[in-house]
């Protein structure tokens, strides 16, 4: 009977270490990842954030709400005037969607006008006026402007602008010519630089010519001309440049206006990236002024995968309570051809914690 008992108790201790063991185990097990979780929750809770300030999403780059626009130039165009020119070598047609005019430049002042009469329209309602425009030449001498008439017939020069090869548009603000009704558009392809020029007939070639309500957030800008462009669609910016690109050319988006926030409080830009490749950088600048501007961010990428990028632009020298403008862009490391950078989710943030 006391071998029995013995035996009984030996078990019984041997369930104790087992539950004790079983429980060591669980601590050994369970309690650290309870605490890994206490501590992401409490890092949580404690680790400086990013609190928006103000953001684009969007990235506007055409103008808006127009009142007028024509694409066809089928219809209500007329010849106002011709200067040195002989029976047919100045006119205007349309074709394939494009107006067309044409004139010939014989070592005197020469060129044409045409006009079209629109219903009254307020350039204080409408104030931008935009003409996609080429010619067959870029030479100095030639020049392609516009006009507008208003509601007592008088007649106001839209300015002297150079001729271009390249698909290129004129935009305007009416605002600084007449802030009144206007009832009629003429444009015009004259050789008023130097009435000396002589090459023969030149075309001036006009895809489209609207007055639109809402300009632009974002505008293009480069250091050299090429063929650049800046679009935006589903919240992506692309700025794009081709044909023969050297090393150290700068194509920028700029947004000049709309940026309300206190940039001193909100000093961290963040914004995601793409590069097309690693042979063009993607360049932001910060402008506190007409003045004065802090690149803040050139860098390249070896992948077309998207970025994140936030910096503090009062490291860079940037403390102005307010930014003048914002400008994203590219610059071209090595040569080439075609480049593209994307950008997306532009903010200025501040930072927190709690």
Same mark, same amino acid.
């Given at each position: 009977m006391r071998i029995n008992k013995q035996s009984e108790n030996d078990i019984g201790m041997k369930k104790k270490v087992f539950y004790v063991a079983i429980l060591i185990l669980l601590l050994f097990v369970v309690f650290p990842i309870e605490y890994i979780k206490l501590l992401?929750?409490?890092?949580?809770?404690?680790?400086?954030?990013?609190?928006?300030?103000?953001?684009?999403?969007?990235?506007?780059?055409?103008?808006?709400? &127009?009142?007028?626009i024509d694409q066809d130039f089928a219809q209500g165009w007329t010849i106002a005037w011709t200067t040195g020119q002989e029976n047919g070598s100045a006119g205007f047609d349309a074709s394939a969607g494009l107006g067309h005019l044409y004139a010939t430049f014989n070592n005197s002042l020469g060129g044409i006008m045409v006009q079209k009469s629109l219903n009254d329209i307020d350039t204080v309602e409408y104030p931008y006026l935009v003409i996609g425009h080429k010619e067959t030449s870029s030479d100095p001498s030639l020049m392609f402007s516009f006009g507008v008439t208003d509601d007592k017939g008088l007649w106001y020069d839209g300015g002297w602008h150079h001729t271009?090869?390249?698909?290129?548009?004129?935009?305007?603000?009416?605002?600084?010519?007449?802030?009144?009704?206007?009832?009629?558009?003429?444009?015009?392809?004259?050789?008023d630089f130097d009435h000396s020029y002589a090459s023969g007939e030149q075309s001036a070639y006009v895809q489209l010519i609207g007055i639109y309500a809402e300009a632009p957030d974002w505008v293009m800008a480069y250091n050299e001309p090429i063929n650049a462009s800046i679009s935006s669609e589903n919240g992506t910016?692309?700025?794009?440049?081709?044909?023969?690109?050297?090393?150290?050319?700068?194509?920028?988006?700029?947004?000049?206006?709309?940026?309300?926030?206190?940039?001193?409080?909100?000093?961290?830009?963040?914004?995601?990236?793409?590069?097309?490749?690693?042979?063009? &950088? &993607?360049?932001?600048?910060v402008w506190v002024d007409q003045s004065h501007a802090y690149a803040v961010?050139?860098?390249?990428?070896?992948?077309? &995968?998207?970025?994140?990028?936030?910096?503090?632009?009062?490291?860079?020298?940037?403390?102005?309570?307010?930014?003048?403008?914002?400008?994203?862009?590219?610059?071209?490391?090595?040569?080439?051809?075609?480049?593209?950078?994307?950008?997306?989710?532009?903010?200025?943030?501040?930072?927190?914690?709690?």
């Open positions: 992401s929750s409490l890092r949580s809770n404690i680790e400086p954030h990013l609190s928006l300030g103000w953001e684009d999403n969007s990235f506007r780059t055409d103008y808006e709400d &127009a009142v007028w271009s090869m390249s698909w290129t548009k004129l935009e305007f603000d009416l605002r600084s010519l007449i802030n009144g009704t206007i009832r009629c558009v003429s444009i015009r392809l004259t050789n910016l692309e700025i794009h440049g081709s044909g023969g690109l050297s090393s150290g050319t700068i194509v920028s988006a700029q947004r000049p206006k709309g940026l309300l926030f206190n940039s001193s409080e909100y000093s961290y830009l963040k914004v995601s990236i793409k590069t097309s490749s690693i042979n063009v &950088a &993607a360049r932001v600048v961010l050139l860098k390249t990428y070896d992948d077309n &995968a998207w970025h994140t990028e936030i910096v503090d632009i009062s490291l860079f020298g940037a403390t102005s309570s307010s930014l003048y403008m914002v400008e994203l862009g590219w610059m071209q490391i090595d040569e080439g051809y075609e480049s593209t950078v994307y950008y997306r989710q532009l903010s200025f943030d501040s930072l927190g914690g709690y």
